[in-house]
């Protein structure tokens, strides 16, 4: 299934079952071999869902937990098979709170932009480093499979615009 966004997210979606069959695969679906790097640096695996399906009125709070779990599950794997080198690859996954369709799983071969990944410092994108209190996968019984966590608050301004919201990040994050 495609990724795709919904501009009616207050209709009712049907098929839950069947689209959350492949989040349920996205870990396996990638084989055994860990992807080689591209040009860009970095590799993103966004969540194979219908924007409707983890944002909106109708969403379940255990929709979003099988999503958050499966996004665990790829970090896990891909971190299983990353080459041991020279410059090891970093392997992060994103669970964004409440926007949950942003969450993702990323793969960082440049360290530059790795480091740099991390610092929003600006008048219209901050990003605060929240306490160890908070944890998604306490609130939400995960399996953490022993990453690390990491919350970061995040507000965007831009003009009318304005969000507000938090990123937890588990896997190889900074110290």
Known sequence: MARRLSFRRKKKLRGVRRRLQDVIEMPHRHGSSFPE????????FKL???????????????HLKQCAQTLLDLCMSLKERVPHGASSPKVIASIYEPE???????????PEYYRKFFLHDEPNHNWTRLDS??????RWQLNDHGLAEMCIH???????????????????IPG
């Open 37 to 44: 790097p591209n040009r860009w640096g970095y590799l993103d």
């Open 48 to 62: 194979p869902v219908d924007q409707a399906l983890v944002e909106g009125s109708h969403v379940r709070l255990t």
């Open 100 to 110: 949950m369709f942003s969450s993702r799983v990323t793969i960082f071969w440049d």
């Open 133 to 138: 209190e908070n944890s998604l996968v306490k």
């Open 154 to 172: 995040e507000k965007m301004v831009d003009g009318e615009f304005s969000r507000e919201g938090k990123i937890w990040f588990l896997g190889d």
